[in-house]
């Protein structure tokens, strides 16, 4: 199937302008049991309809090793295709892990549909959130530099952005041109996040002698909800993937005791590498603040996978040694999908309180259970915080914290 990109188009929406309907691939790994794909479907399907793209199937196959060619076996991309076949308004497969430039342009031969892979499906949704310069050269960036690897499998050429007598050497393939392009261009990108990244510096060190807080965790935990609650601001919140690109940086006041609170982009599990290495400017705000609060979804199943996706992606950024407090966010949504009627006040306490002391355990750092809808917990986490706050300016900056005893 033939295909044509062009680097011109810079007005990316995304994938759909209105929903399109979709399947989900996803393969059974050693090691791995069918319920820990269904979770890892059920995320990709969310992303999927963050993306405007509607699921109406899901097909599953145990494999040890993916097909070099197609990813998945002879016979589950058969029965793909003989239900895309009975379902004309599907015009879209998507799978869980990534593909080659190689699979999809076999895949989309064999099955007649859009092909799309976790890591693009993130970078569109990506594309639609960015709203600053600085978020959209990152998510650029970060798309050029997922389809250099395939440009082989996928491009049969780019729309020429260079002229000149002597820019293209004799007997050079269009696949070579192409490369050099799109090197050409990720080259660009990268200067204009230096500059950006140079002028971002500088105003983080306009902001004077404050302790900095940041807000970090999963993405759709509630961060941003957290963030207007303690700082009575109005930052951009839905229960959607990604609502929050771009970081939010407000002083707030305890008392009479001000600090800097940031809200940052939430991070996923196989989130791009490329993805990663792009928003790191961004994410500035992580490596260099001096308080984490750690935001959890306690009500969802994979909570406690979702800690240790968010300490993978800290050690990457070096930023896993500071200060953190787990706040485990939902307490509201926990109770109702995990007590029944019967569990009076006292018994839940004293479950609430042995869970605590259970993830305290297993993850090593202070935690409390809050709801940023109800507020419940909240007066709690404002205790600590200052505590931790407070802490850290006797050590940074000890004749400011002597005015607040």
């Known amino acids: 199937m033939r295909k044509e990109w062009t680097l011109k188009e810079k007005d990316v929406k995304g994938i759909a302008k209105s929903t399109e309907y979709a399947v989900l691939v996803g393969i059974i790994r050693q090691n791995e049991t069918e319920e820990i794909l269904h979770e890892h479907l059920d995320e990709l399907e969310f992303l999927a309809l963050t993306a405007g793209a509607e699921c109406v199937k899901r097909f599953t196959q145990k494999l040890t090793h993916p097909d070099p060619r197609t990813f ?52 569109d949704i990506f594309a639609r959130r960015a709203q600053t310069a600085q978020a959209k050269t990152q998510v650029e960036l970060a798309q050029l530099q997922y389809l250099l690897p395939r440009l082989r499998g996928l491009w049969t050429h780019l729309e020429r952005q260079r002229g000149g007598i002597g820019l293209r050497g004799p007997g050079e393939k269009e696949i070579e041109t192409d490369r050099r392009i799109v090197k050409d261009k990720i080259a660009q990108l990268k200067e204009k996040l230096a500059a950006i990244d140079r002028q971002s510096a500088t105003q983080r060190k306009t902001r004077g002698e404050l302790i900095r807080v940041a807000l970090v965790g999963y993405t759709n935990v509630g961060k941003s909800t957290l963030m207007n609650l303690l700082s009575k601001s109005d930052v951009f919140a839905e229960n959607k993937l990604f609502a929050t690109l771009d970081t939010t940086v407000r002083k707030v006041v305890f008392g009479d005791m001000p600090f800097l609170l940031s809200d940052t982009v939430g991070f996923i599990r196989k989130l791009p590498v490329h993805l990663i290495e792009s928003f790191k400017s961004t994410l500035d705000e992580v490596r260099e603040s001096d308080i984490l609060i750690h935001v959890v979804d306690i009500a969802h199943p994979q909570h406690e ?101």
């Open 72 to 123: 998945i076996g002879k016979g589950k991309l058969e029965e793909i295709r003989d239900y895309i076949e009975r379902h004309e308004n599907i015009n879209m497969v998507i799978f869980d892990d990534d593909l080659s430039g190689k699979q999809v342009n076999h895949l989309e031969e064999i099955l007649k549909v859009k092909i799309i892979d976790r890591s693009s499906l993130i970078l």
């Open 305 to 405: 996978d979702h800690i240790r996706t968010v300490d993978e992606t800290l050690r990457d950024l070096n930023a896993q040694d500071k200060p953190t407090l787990l706040v485990f966010n939902k307490i509201d949504l926990y109770r109702q999908k995990n007590y029944d009627a019967y569990v009076d006040e006292e018994a839940r306490k004293e479950i609430e309180e042995g869970l605590r002391g259970n993830l305290r355990y297993l993850f090593g750092k202070d935690n409390i259970f809050m709801s940023a809808i109800t507020k419940e917990g909240l007066d709690e986490l404002r205790q600590k915080m200052e505590r931790l706050i407070r802490q850290q300016y006797a050590v940074r900056y000890p004749y400011k914290a002597a005015q607040w005893k």
